[in-house]
């Protein structure tokens, strides 16, 4: 089956910082693009880092841009995701997705102090 898997979630307090890792699982990351997305409960999901392609530019939502960065380490085949100044609203379930619709389960990411 065909899925991304993510880690490194957890319980941070304000101002804290966590790295989140993605990693394909029955498949090779090759040249796909790799996303991360997060929703808290009763909102909608938002798209946190978005890139079309494994070399193009990304997009951050305005809601965390200078705080998080996604990165890429082919040789790991690993998907990063630095979150940085972590504030109570950043809470929620995170997960990375491909393009074509392969997705995890996601991470518990909670910032409360």
């Known amino acids: 089956q065909l899925q991304m898997k993510e880690s490194g979630g957890g319980l941070v307090q304000p101002g804290g910082s966590l790295r989140l890792s993605c990693t394909p699982s029955?498949?090779?990351?090759?040249?796909?693009?790799v996303s991360w997305f997060r929703q808290a409960p009763g909102k909608e999901r938002e798209g946190v880092a978005l890139q079309s392609s494994d070399t193009g530019p990304i997009s951050y939502a305005n809601s965390v841009k200078g705080r998080f960065t996604m990165t890429r380490d082919n040789a790991k085949e690993t998907v990063y995701l630095q979150m940085d100044s972590l504030q109570p609203e950043d809470s929620g379930v995170y997960y990375c997705?491909?393009?074509?619709?392969?997705r995890g389960q996601g991470t518990q990411v909670t910032v409360s102090s």
């Open positions: 997705g491909t393009p074509t619709g392969i």
């Open positions: 029955g498949f090779r990351l090759g040249l796909y693009s």
